[in-house]
């Protein structure tokens, strides 16, 4: 009896050593909840997307719940009549299908949906909460978990990559990264090299999903190498176990997404033959570098090993597909690249939002306090967490640096920062040890504040691009399609950015969608608006095009009739109608669409 009062104790204890870090986590999905509380609202009731890319993820759910194929990736209401193939995978689909099926034994199939709109965002909220937590403990210690959680929800929220309605790849990489960096900082303690095998499933799977996290784990792949490279046979152990996961998991990943077709092809936008040929041979040499450990005695030896193994690694990349080390965008056609992705928000640099300092601070400042706090703490530190915190900090640089970029990145690297600036302010809170307990926290609490996205965005008002905003939102409300949607099926040509949200809310077909593989239709409607309105008839008979749609505002909107002030847009955006085109009346709709009359 006695044993088992000292283990009930024993399981007392570390269920009271839990509490703090719910009593963290809890709170902070329901600040996340009541912040995005009129959005969640707006996708129950009106089954609204505020964000192409979600759009365009439902509908391929909804053509996976509708039996095509696991490896299809084909759109095929996109860029008729053969459909376009798509870079993503199933991988984001699965956890989104079991949602939808689960919802669907108590809901209508449309409200199913929309129920897993608002479930999905919130549990990989909660997951990055408690894999931050997570990470803080390993780099830190216990008291930094709850200042992780508490940075981190004053920054996700503000980069829009969990709210309600979210169903795009982002917030699951996000997640993915985070787990992926915690393992394997774990991994580099001697006592614990299987972390970092399983640290290579996350990594796999996030390569499967999309190569968005690439460059953090150009990092993190180098990690364990270095760490062979300072450390000699003692780390080889650890190298071994990275590359016998790597040699598990990369392969699985790739089987899992890759239809057998398609093994040997090559893309610079998706995990393909030219990654997993690299990830294998790299793996390969981490295994043979840690066999031949004892007779790598020397610095020099180890260095020049593991420089071969790069070079094999890297050769093995540009044998495949040399194009590939450079824009993953390679292929995109370079007037699409100008009239639309140089306008789509998240894919501008970080220097087009000068005109708005508040954002800029708000946004790129806590990273630069994360990567100086990651740098400081492994200056102050020795031994293992010197190479812990110096391997977050060249992650965080690493990420400003791509932000710069693309802003996007932005949504990756602040969590890391965070968990630089939780391990900061733990830090101070020890050294603070004599302050009373509650005073101490509070204090430490409203720092973080003060350094956080949330925090700044506050304090210096930050308006961003509301308006801008607001003007495109009306053109891809929901409501806003309940006219079109009546008319029968038929090819669609309207503005690119329209093009996810005609597929997600009518049964159309449509030529472009704001997607960069969609060169063809794209490019088809970007000619077709900018010709004049002769030459335009004769793009649009000849591509079987059936209405044409236009809707004021936007930037792409704005940018071809800039480009083309007599083309086809700027007419339609004064109203004319050419005599090619017969004008559709639809009642409470912000769209102008008009079907082409019959050939003369």
């Known amino acids: 009896m006695s044993a088992l009062a000292g283990e009930t104790a024993r399981v007392h204890v570390r269920t009271r050593r839990e509490i703090p870090l719910l009593a963290a986590i809890i709170p902070a999905l329901a600040g996340a909840a009541l912040l995005t509380l009129p959005r969640a609202r707006a996708v129950w009731s009106a089954g609204e997307f505020y964000d192409s890319d979600d759009a365009m993820r439902a509908v391929q759910l909804r053509d996976l719940l509708a039996g095509q194929s696991w490896f299809d990736m084909t759109a095929r209401r996109l860029d008729p009549p053969d459909g376009l193939f798509m870079h993503w995978s199933r991988i984001v689909d699965t956890p989104l299908a079991a949602l939808d099926l689960l919802f669907g034994l108590l809901l209508a199939p449309e409200m199913a949906e929309r129920a897993t709109r608002l479930a999905f965002p919130f549990l990989c909220l909660a997951l990055l909460f408690a894999l931050a937590a997570f990470v803080a403990r390993v780099m830190a210690d216990r008291p930094a978990r709850m200042l992780a959680v508490w940075l981190v929800f004053l920054s996700a929220p503000m980069f829009m990559q969990f709210t309600p309605g979210r169903i795009d790849h982002h917030a699951p990489q996000i997640v993915l990264l985070m787990a992926t960096f915690g393992l394997i900082a774990l991994g580099l303690d001697a006592k614990r090299p299987l972390a970092l095998a399983a640290a290579a499933a996350p990594l796999a799977l996030s390569l499967a999903i999309s190569l968005e996290n690439l460059p953090f784990f150009i990092v993190l792949l180098a990690a364990p190498a270095i760490l062979f490279l300072i450390e000699g046979a003692a780390a080889s152990r650890r190298l071994l176990s990275f590359a016998l996961g790597l040699l598990v998991f990369a392969p699985l990943a790739y089987a899992a997404t890759v239809a057998p077709s398609r093994y040997g ?13 690299a990830i294998i041979v790299g793996a390969l040499g981490f295994a043979a570098l840690a066999a031949a450990a004892p007779r790598l005695e020397t610095f020099a030896r180890r260095a020049i090993a593991l420089g071969l193994v790069g070079g094999a690694a890297l050769g093995a990349f540009i044998a495949s597909a040399p194009q590939c080390l ?19 928000t998240e894919a501008k640099p970080l220097k087009a939002f000068i005109s708005d300092p508040a954002l800029m601070v708000s ?51 602040t969590p890391l920062a965070m968990i630089a600036l939780a391990g900061a302010a733990a830090a101070l809170s020890a050294r603070l040890a004599h302050v009373m307990p509650l005073l101490r926290w509070l204090s430490i609490g409203l720092l973080c504040l003060f350094v956080s996205p949330m925090g700044l965005a506050v304090a210096l008002q930050s308006d961003g691009e509301a308006a801008p905003r607001e003007t495109r939102r009306a053109c891809l409300e929901a409501a806003a399609f309940s006219g079109l949607a009546a008319l029968p099926p038929a090819r669609i040509v309207a503005p690119v950015d329209m093009g996810a949200h005609i597929l997600a809310f009518t049964p159309h077909q449509v030529f472009a969608a704001p997607y960069h593989r969609d060169n063809r239709g794209n490019r088809l409607a970007v000619d077709a608006f900018l010709a004049d309105p002769a030459a335009a008839e004769r793009l649009l008979r000849a591509a079987g095009a059936e209405l044409l749609l236009w809707c004021d505002g936007g930037e792409t909107g704005n940018a071809l009739i800039e480009r083309a002030p007599h083309g086809l847009a700027a007419a339609l955006a004064r109203g004319e109608s050419p005599s090619f085109l017969e004008k559709i009346p639809l009642e409470r709709s912000p769209f102008h669409v008009f079907a082409l009359r019959p050939a003369q």
């Open 363 to 413: 946004t790129a400042a806590p990273v630069l306090l994360g990567l100086l706090a990651a740098i400081v703490l492994a200056w102050r530190e020795h031994g293992l967490a010197r190479g812990r915190w110096a391997m977050l900090a060249a992650a965080i640089l690493i990420g400003f640096a791509a932000a710069l970029w693309q802003i996007r990145v932005f949504s990756s690297v």
């Open 265 to 277: 092809l090559s893309a610079c936008d998706a995990y393909s033959a030219v990654h997993i040929r």
């Open 326 to 344: 450079g824009d993953p965008l390679v292929g995109l056609d370079p007037l699409l690249r100008d009239l639309w992705l140089s306008h789509v």
